[in-house]
């Protein structure tokens, strides 16, 4: 069992910059790829980014490529995803998962995450 939980959510005006954390325990992450997610208000669960177990691979969903990063500390068991040049339109609750596939892209099914977190919201001020 892995447990995940989320921080660094809050609000902030458009065009800053958010550094969002996943802490995990109960296994080792380095044995998961891992997911960042999103969901706005009204609408289905997004998907953000994506890092391969071993850090070395990464995909993002188109609408945050070239403005996200997503990386990863294997050594203490954290995720990250870094947030810039923020829109409001980034406006939601991201999560992060944990997925038993050695790498996960924008194609990877949402089934093919074993873990999720509870979330930590993001509120873009226009």
């Known amino acids: 069992q892995v447990q995940l939980v989320e921080s660094g959510g809050r609000l902030v005006q458009a065009g800053g910059s958010l550094r969002l954390s996943c802490a995990a325990s109960?296994?080792?992450?380095?044995?998961?790829?891992m997911g960042w997610f999103r969901q706005a208000l009204g609408k289905g669960r997004e998907f953000v980014a994506g890092?391969?177990?071993?850090?070395?691979?990464?995909d993002y969903g188109d609408s945050v490529r070239g403005r996200f990063t997503i990386s990863r500390d294997n050594a203490n068991n954290m995720a990250y995803l870094q947030l810039n040049s923020l829109e409001p339109e980034d406006t939601a609750v991201y999560y992060c998962?944990?997925?038993?596939?050695?790498?996960?892209?924008?194609?990877?099914?949402?089934?093919?995450?074993?873990?999720w977190g509870q979330g930590t919201q993001v509120t873009v001020s226009s």
């Open positions: 890092i391969s177990n071993s850090g070395g691979v990464t």
């Open positions: 109960g296994r080792p992450l380095r044995n998961f790829a």
């Open positions: 998962a944990a997925s038993f596939l050695g790498a996960v892209s924008k194609d990877t099914l949402r089934n093919d995450y074993a873990y």
